[in-house]
């Protein structure tokens, strides 16, 4: 099993380091929307600076993709509750119309005194 920490003597990031790093680095980065000034100073600016090209690529396209499925998710989560309400003011309609229909039916089954006004 490989060790997970930078144990080289000479100042390089060993393989094992960069795996130890990047994990927490991109759900820093990317799951937890933390900006990216903070997530690489937290990282030291040296060490982010030595990942490869490519995966830092990855790292923006996956913050992107994250920001985009967050969108659709609270596009998502805003119609549910948009068609929830509208099915409470149908329930509301309904219960609108059932007690103008009773009020209806007691002022008819109601005794009106001969003169009272109309």
């Not at 982010?48 to 985009?68: C, E, F, G, I, Y």
């Amino acid at each position: 099993m490989q060790q997970l920490e930078d144990d080289d003597w000479d100042g390089q990031i060993s393989i094992p380091s960069k795996m130890a790093m990047i994990e927490p680095l991109a759900n820093q980065y990317v799951v937890n929307d933390e900006d990216w000034d903070e997530t690489s100073f937290r990282y030291h600016d040296d060490d982010v600076r030595k990942l490869p090209t490519d995966l830092m690529n990855k790292l923006w396209s996956a913050k992107k993709t994250q920001a985009h499925i967050d969108s659709e998710t609270s596009t998502a989560n805003a119609q549910i509750q948009i068609d929830d309400l509208k099915s409470v003011m149908k329930i509301c309609d309904v219960q609108k119309m059932k007690l103008k229909s009773e009020c209806t039916e007691w002022a008819q089954q109601s005794f009106i005194p001969p003169g009272f006004p109309d």
